[in-house]
């Protein structure tokens, strides 16, 4: 703040009644500014002062800040007492200097009023304005705009959060450039050393931090590439779930540099620029979260809609199957259908397409349709998953893949033939209590040429079931963290000889669900039975 001039900042009233005391007790004042020329004077100064009748006691500067910002000339007539003119002297002029500081700090409260006023009202348009954007350029934008007409700088910049991109400039090319070049070191080094809030750090011309004696403005200064550039002002755009970016300030060199009203003035923008940028990127997550959500809604729908609805009836055999779709997880589908021109042949399928919503949802349907189709013309599983394969590589290029096991039941001989494209192992449970373990070759379908599979072929006499699960199962987690497992589903499965198809689900799906708690499900579940009924014999 400069120092006003002498005659606009003292109280023409006060100093009046000062000087009509001073002539009431003999005494001459004359009140000059820094220039010298005379602001107000006692009455009849001029002829004690300037006269052969009177003689000047003393010269009295008064001081603003260390600055002259005038004097005071006092004087008697000849015939009067020298020491007592002298005291009432001393008294008029300290006077006078407490009007002159009173007067000086009342300005002073006003213009700090002044200052705080235009500060409320530019944060106030600011937050305004903020309140309507989520698009971090855009508050950039605004947020370099609204605090550059206060503070004046020839340049500016906004960085986001990891000082790599920025989000808005303001300024001439060639000192944008310059302000550019060294303010990511600038940044980093305050990042380092100041975990204030909204903190401010001034960086002189020549590299060093301006009042280097406070913590948060000890940051190290790269040389600015532009000659144009003087003192710069730099802020970390922090709020309490961290940070969000920065804004970097540079005056013209030549210029005053920032002061502590600048200073304070861009850490309370820097704090509304963090607070906007965290509501802006929240707001983006919600969006974005609602269109994910919406897109799994409708994922959810078209993958239910191709589960079936009810299973084939064949005599002899019994049916059944558990599902249980992840919250935000989706991709497991089973079918079991009748195969074109063999009535008592049914295809089995258990698979669980990587990926989630409606690209996940696509390629089920798709590989759904494809299976069904390849296992009308062959009898080869292996052979159907692989010409399923050949047409995804080939024709789709989808990026997801599908984990398949895929079998051929003959209904009247029992014989099943099953192959698998990276799915988890089939099981079967035989009458006597045995478990077998089918595990034929076979990597998933959709990643590469050559899926490697082959079929393996088993006979499921009366009392035996097949049992196909996805891996929902067996990583099913508990609340403190712990895997299901396949000891465990091998375990229960050997438990559960004799049970019809329906009770066999029952009892997996309940041992799974019993065993998660209250922890959310991971993954989809999916779970396939077949069972030969006790008392069904061979055609033939």
């Not at 002044?114 to 350029?137: G, H, K, N, Q, V």
Request: net charge negative; glycine share 10%; with cysteine.
């Amino acid at each position: 703040m400069g120092s006003p001039g002498l005659g606009r900042l003292i109280d023409p009233a006060r100093l009046a009644d000062l000087l009509s005391a001073a002539a009431g007790s003999g005494l001459a004042v004359r009140l000059v500014d820094a220039s010298g020329a005379e602001i107000a004077a006692s009455p009849g100064a001029a002829a004690v002062l300037d006269g052969p009748g009177g003689a000047v006691l003393g010269r009295r500067r008064i001081e603003i800040d260390g600055a002259a910002i005038g004097e005071i000339v006092t004087g008697a007539p000849i015939d009067a007492d020298t020491a007592v003119a002298r005291s009432q002297a001393e008294l008029v002029g300290r006077a006078i200097e407490l009007v002159v500081e009173e007067a000086f700090a009342r300005r002073a409260i006003a213009t700090s009023a002044i200052t705080d006023l235009r500060e409320l009202a530019l944060l106030s348009r600011l937050t305004a304005t903020l309140a309507t954007i989520i698009d971090p350029t855009e508050i950039a934008r605004h947020v370099l705009d609204s605090v550059s007409r206060p503070l004046h700088p020839l340049a500016g910049l906004v960085f986001d959060a990891d000082s790599a991109t920025v989000l808005a400039s303001a300024g001439p090319a060639d000192a944008v450039a310059g302000l550019l070049a060294g303010a990511p070191p600038l940044v980093a080094r305050l990042r380092a050393e100041d975990p204030i809030v909204g903190s401010c750090a001034e960086i002189a011309p020549d590299g060093v931090p301006a009042d280097a004696g406070r913590p948060e403005t000890t940051v190290t200064a790269v040389h600015p590439a532009s000659p144009r550039i003087g003192g710069r002002l730099a802020a970390i755009l922090r709020t309490a779930r961290g940070e969000h970016g920065s804004i970097v300030l540079a005056r013209a060199a030549g210029s005053p540099g920032f002061d502590e009203a600048n200073r304070q003035l861009l850490a309370s923008v820097a704090t509304q620029a963090a607070l906007a940028l965290e509501r802006g990127a929240l707001q983006r997550v919600v969006v974005e979260r609602r269109a994910f959500d919406q897109e799994l809604a409708i994922g959810r729908r078209i993958q239910i809609s191709l589960m079936p609805r009810r299973f084939p009836e064949i005599e002899g055999w019994q049916i059944a199957s558990a599902y249980e779709p992840a919250r935000e997880v989706g991709g497991d589908f089973y079918d079991v259908f009748r195969l074109r021109d063999r009535r008592d042949c049914l295809g089995l399928v258990v698979a669980d397409v990587t990926g989630k919503g409606i690209p996940a949802a696509i390629l089920m349907a798709d590989a759904r349709g494809l299976i069904h189709a390849a296992a009308d013309h062959g009898d080869d599983p292996a052979e159907t998953l692989s010409r399923v394969n050949r047409i995804l590589v080939g024709e789709r290029g989808s990026g997801l893949f599908v984990t398949v096991a895929h079998a051929r039941l003959d209904a009247g001989t029992g014989r099943l033939r099953l192959a698998r494209a990276g799915h988890d192992p089939v099981h079967v449970l035989r009458a006597d209590g045995r478990l077998e373990i089918l595990d034929p070759p076979g990597r998933l379908i959709g990643m590469v040429d050559d899926i490697g599979t082959a079929s393996c072929e088993v006979i499921l006499d009366p009392g035996d079931a097949f049992i196909a699960h996805t891996d929902g199962v067996t990583d099913t987690r508990s609340e403190d963290g712990a895997f299901y497992g396949e000891e465990r589903y091998r375990a229960l499965l050997r438990g559960l000889v004799g049970r019809s198809a329906a009770e066999i689900v029952e009892a997996v799906d309940g041992d799974v669900r019993a065993f998660r708690g209250l922890a959310e499900p991971a993954d989809d579940l999916t779970l396939l039975v077949v069972r030969r009924e006790q008392g069904s014999f061979a055609a033939g």
